[in-house]
């Protein structure tokens, strides 16, 4: 089973691991700018980063945003027998759902959908579920199912059924979204999928890590259970969350050659598996992409990709450590012969640490001691 791999090593931190690996797709703007509708779609539905993270709904439903950029997803199943699904791993988002076959939006008629009359071991909650996006929503109801993660079967694993979906979705590769945040962040009190993992004595430590690679042919991982050592090097420096909801730390500045241009003073930063880019408030990232050379243009920071080797590296001071993007990390081609920057405006005050940052960063999540670890990435 090419997506299911349990790795047992005898590294005491790593011991035995369930993995799934994570593919690299086409994003949904690469799928859009070949269509020629990416202007379009980009001023009918303007990327909202912070709409996940926005508080006035964190109970009676969770906010989500439909990211361009996002590409990495990793195949699970659910019910019996086992039909599959590609999602997002997102550690900004506490939610599994999937589309099913009540759903007649464009973005469930291309997209694998999920039939409960197939399944032995499917149970009707009958609970409806709603979950707002930056520029939609996707509504339904609740279901239990075995959900088999890696190889490891999740009993009676709770999930959202969808009925319909926002019109952006349909760009996307992934089907659904796998949420790996707290449980107090649940839309509909849902247990999250890693939670009864725990409970069910799955994994060995309550922990899960993910290496997001930067090369296309492969090597990403979600890892849970522990860490993988052939993922990272140095040592892990572990920062303690400074909110146990999100996987929210404290950053101490943000610098470039030396000179603090963002983040002065300190910034809460939430490291989100669900977010591409680098996002922070708009002041911050205007004085970051200034200091590096980038203009904006289009709604994207862009700067001439010849010049690329000759941009600074942007430094984040996190826990006393400084965690470094150089601007190789920092910068991607676009199909209209600039490069974009992968720092991107959001709210008032919140940063997310996204792809481009973890890539960079193997990226380790301790429940158990609320903390996230950070190593270099191999």
Not at 78 to 99: A, E, R
Not at 276 to 283: A, E, F, K, N
Request: net charge negative.
């Amino acid at each position: 089973m090419k997506w299911a791999i349990v790795l047992c090593a005898v590294v005491a931190l790593s011991e035995c691991l369930v993995q799934i690996p994570l593919e690299k797709g086409k994003t949904a703007r690469e799928h859009l700018e070949e269509q020629g509708l990416w202007e379009e779609y980009r001023l009918k539905f303007p990327y909202n980063p912070m709409a996940k993270f926005d508080e006035r709904f964190m109970v009676a439903s969770e906010h989500m945003t439909n990211d361009a950029d996002l590409a990495y997803y990793g195949i699970i199943s659910i019910g019996t027998p086992p039909q599959s699904f590609k999602v997002i791993f997102d550690t900004g988002s506490s939610n599994l759902w999937v589309p099913s076959v009540y759903c007649n939006s464009a973005a469930c008629n291309n997209h694998d959908k999920f039939n409960p009359t197939l399944s032995s071991t499917y149970k009707s909650d009958g609970q409806a579920l709603s979950i707002r996006y930056g520029t939609g929503s996707m509504t339904g109801f609740l279901g239990y199912d075995t959900v088999t993660v890696g190889g490891a079967a999740v009993l009676n694993q709770i999930f959202g059924l969808s009925q319909s979906e926002a019109p952006f979705m349909q760009y996307m590769t992934a089907d659904g979204i796998l949420g790996l945040a707290y449980p107090s962040l649940a839309a509909s009190g849902a247990t999250p999928v890693f939670d009864n993992m725990m409970k069910e004595d799955l994994v060995n430590q309550d922990i899960f890590s993910v290496y997001l690679s930067s090369n296309s042919q492969g090597g990403s991982v979600v890892s849970f259970g522990g860490i993988d050592p052939n993922h990272y090097y140095g040592p892990i420096t572990w920062i303690p969350l400074s909110r146990d909801l999100y996987w929210q730390i404290t950053v101490d500045s943000v610098t470039v050659n030396g000179q603090v241009v963002a983040c002065n003073g300190g910034c809460q930063a939430i490291v989100d598996t669900g977010t591409s880019l680098i996002v922070g408030p708009q002041r911050d990232i205007s004085s970051i992409n200034s200091w590096v050379g980038a203009s904006s243009q289009n709604g994207d920071y862009v700067v001439n990709c010849n010049y690329i080797s000759q941009m600074p590296d942007v430094t984040f001071h996190i826990h006393g450590q400084e965690f470094t993007i150089p601007a190789s990390a920092y910068t991607r081609k676009s199909r209209y012969n600039n490069c974009r920057t992968g720092f991107g405006n959001g709210g008032d005050s919140l940063w997310i640490l996204g792809d481009v940052f973890i890539r960079q960063y193997y990226s380790i999540f301790s429940r158990s001691q609320n903390m996230v670890g950070l190593a270099k990435a191999r």
